[in-house]
């Protein structure tokens, strides 16, 4: 059984830092893009970014890059999300995903995420 729990959000001033993690268990680190979605008010589930650890490769979302930094521990089955000059429209709650997709689709395709973590709320107050 897939299992993944997530620690870190808050609250916190515009420019600030967050760090997120997602501790995963119950299936192979490597056969997957390992990331977060966020979803904010009245909004639609965007991808946010995913890290693919056996091939070396990450997405972000355009709004992130630069910005948004994703990591992988191997030794402790966990990723983690530092989330650096945060602006308002940061704010979301954001979902840990182990997805089935192609690194290049992760952002399209929540259709193709096989489990969520239990969300953590991010908010960035302007």
């Known amino acids: 059984e897939v299992q993944l729990v997530e620690s870190g959000g808050g609250l916190v001033q515009a420019g600030g830092s967050l760090r997120l993690s997602c501790a995963a268990s119950?299936?192979?680190?490597?056969?997957?893009?390992i990331g977060w979605f966020r979803q904010a008010p009245g909004k639609e589930r965007e991808g946010v970014s995913c890290?693919?650890?056996?091939?070396?490769?990450?997405y972000y979302a355009d709004s992130v890059k630069g910005r948004f930094t994703i990591s992988s521990d191997y030794a402790k089955n966990t990723v983690y999300l530092q989330m650096n000059s945060l602006k308002h429209e940061d704010t979301a709650v954001y979902y840990c995903?182990?997805?089935?997709?192609?690194?290049?689709?992760?952002?399209?395709?929540?259709?193709?995420?096989?489990?969520w973590g239990q969300g953590a709320q991010v908010t960035v107050s302007s």
């Open positions: 995903a182990v997805s089935a997709a192609d690194i290049t689709t992760f952002g399209a395709a929540p259709e193709y995420v096989i489990s």
């Open positions: 119950g299936f192979t680190f490597d056969d997957y893009c």
């Open positions: 890290i693919n650890s056996s091939e070396g490769s990450t």
